[in-house]
């Protein structure tokens, strides 16, 4: 009979990182307290950890906080982080909750701080933006040109719906730079850590509607405004949720010339010929403002 090998899990240095899980784990002990040391966790925090992977960064935080919460998808490395902690000072102040960050009911915290695997990045961003009561602030680590788009200004190249989306709940900073081989394996991108502070009280906008008038700017993000509004589908679609807003709130209504209301929504907010790539968190809250009065909405 043929042999089965039997599937390492664990290494000489620790459990085999899992790619699918986006396992790159912090082998600097210097990143990791600079991260924590940018957090500014004090003892009466609570924080939250995404991902703890060996307890590198946990051991750190439980150093300095009140509690941790982790929240951890992969039973290897619950296994590893509960074993790290065991009979040590840090285990009554640990609380693991296992499963799948995004599908996970977060409980309260005061700071969150995680090495975030990469590919639900823009998940967590909005998921812990979502979240209520609004936290102090999160330091997180990302992949760079995500990091770099989280905070990128009107006129930067990678200014884009992510920016203004993030920047419309949160003040974004980019903190330290870190390179690949500061993980085990080394990711193919280089990372880079950014500081969120969610804007408390949150504006006051509908974010589904938000976000439909931010879509269709940046879907043609080089064009003006006019052209990017004033295509067919798009005002075929605006003429649709105009009678239906108009139908729900009882006002009697034909079919409205949408090309010319939004034209005109345009040219009195000035934003005619403005292009996405131009336009402030500011200039996108007067625009959806002076389009609502008009009737004109983006769900
Ligand atoms: C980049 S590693 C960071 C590990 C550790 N914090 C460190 O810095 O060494 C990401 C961690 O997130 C975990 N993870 C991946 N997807 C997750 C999810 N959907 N929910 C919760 N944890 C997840 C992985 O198992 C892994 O432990």
């Given at each position: 009979m043929p042999k089965v090998r039997k599937q390492r899990s664990v290494t000489a240095t620790g459990p085999i990182a899992d790619k699918s899980k986006g396992q790159h784990f912090l082998k600097n002990p210097l990143v990791v307290k600079g991260i924590v040391d940018r957090a500014a966790v004090t003892t009466t925090d609570t924080v939250l950890e995404i991902g703890p992977g060996t307890g590198n960064m946990t051991v750190k935080l439980l150093e300095r906080a009140k509690k941790v919460i982790a929240v951890e998808v992969d039973p290897r490395m619950i296994a590893e982080v509960t074993k790290r902690v065991q009979g040590t000072e840090f285990q009554r102040k640990l609380s693991i909750i296992r499963g799948d960050v995004i599908r996970s009911a977060l409980p309260f915290f005061d700071v969150c701080v995680a090495n975030v695997p990469y590919n639900i990045s823009s998940a967590i961003v909005f998921k812990l933006l979502a979240h209520r009561p609004l936290f102090r602030c999160a330091v997180l680590m990302f992949q760079e040109e995500f990091a770099l788009r989280l905070a990128a200004k009107p006129g930067d190249d990678l200014y884009c719906r992510l920016s203004v989306n993030t920047q419309l709940l949160a003040r974004v900073t980019q903190l330290m730079k870190v390179g690949r081989n500061n993980f085990r394996p080394p990711p193919k991108v280089e990372s880079r850590v950014v500081r969120l502070e969610p804007r408390n009280p949150p504006p006051p906008v509908n974010f589904v509607e938000w976000d439909g008038l931010v879509r269709l700017a940046f879907n043609?993000?080089?064009?003006?405004l006019r052209a990017a509004f004033t295509t067919s589908k798009v005002l075929s679609m605006l003429a649709e949720n105009y009678k239906t807003w108009c139908s729900l709130n009882g006002v009697a209504t034909e079919e409205p010339d949408m090309k010319a209301v939004v034209e005109g929504v345009l040219a009195e907010t000035g934003t005619s010929d403005t292009r996405a790539s131009k336009m402030t968190i500011d200039d996108f809250l007067g625009l959806l403002s002076a389009f609502n009065k008009a009737r004109v909405h983006f769900s």
């Amino acid at each position: 009979m043929p042999k089965v090998r039997k599937q390492r899990s664990v290494t000489a240095t620790g459990p085999i990182a899992d790619k699918s899980k986006g396992q790159h784990f912090l082998k600097n002990p210097l990143v990791v307290k600079g991260i924590v040391d940018r957090a500014a966790v004090t003892t009466t925090d609570t924080v939250l950890e995404i991902g703890p992977g060996t307890g590198n960064m946990t051991v750190k935080l439980l150093e300095r906080a009140k509690k941790v919460i982790a929240v951890e998808v992969d039973p290897r490395m619950i296994a590893e982080v509960t074993k790290r902690v065991q009979g040590t000072e840090f285990q009554r102040k640990l609380s693991i909750i296992r499963g799948d960050v995004i599908r996970s009911a977060l409980p309260f915290f005061d700071v969150c701080v995680a090495n975030v695997p990469y590919n639900i990045s823009s998940a967590i961003v909005f998921k812990l933006l979502a979240h209520r009561p609004l936290f102090r602030c999160a330091v997180l680590m990302f992949q760079e040109e995500f990091a770099l788009r989280l905070a990128a200004k009107p006129g930067d190249d990678l200014y884009c719906r992510l920016s203004v989306n993030t920047q419309l709940l949160a003040r974004v900073t980019q903190l330290m730079k870190v390179g690949r081989n500061n993980f085990r394996p080394p990711p193919k991108v280089e990372s880079r850590v950014v500081r969120l502070e969610p804007r408390n009280p949150p504006p006051p906008v509908n974010f589904v509607e938000w976000d439909g008038l931010v879509r269709l700017a940046f879907n043609r993000k080089n064009k003006t405004l006019r052209a990017a509004f004033t295509t067919s589908k798009v005002l075929s679609m605006l003429a649709e949720n105009y009678k239906t807003w108009c139908s729900l709130n009882g006002v009697a209504t034909e079919e409205p010339d949408m090309k010319a209301v939004v034209e005109g929504v345009l040219a009195e907010t000035g934003t005619s010929d403005t292009r996405a790539s131009k336009m402030t968190i500011d200039d996108f809250l007067g625009l959806l403002s002076a389009f609502n009065k008009a009737r004109v909405h983006f769900s």
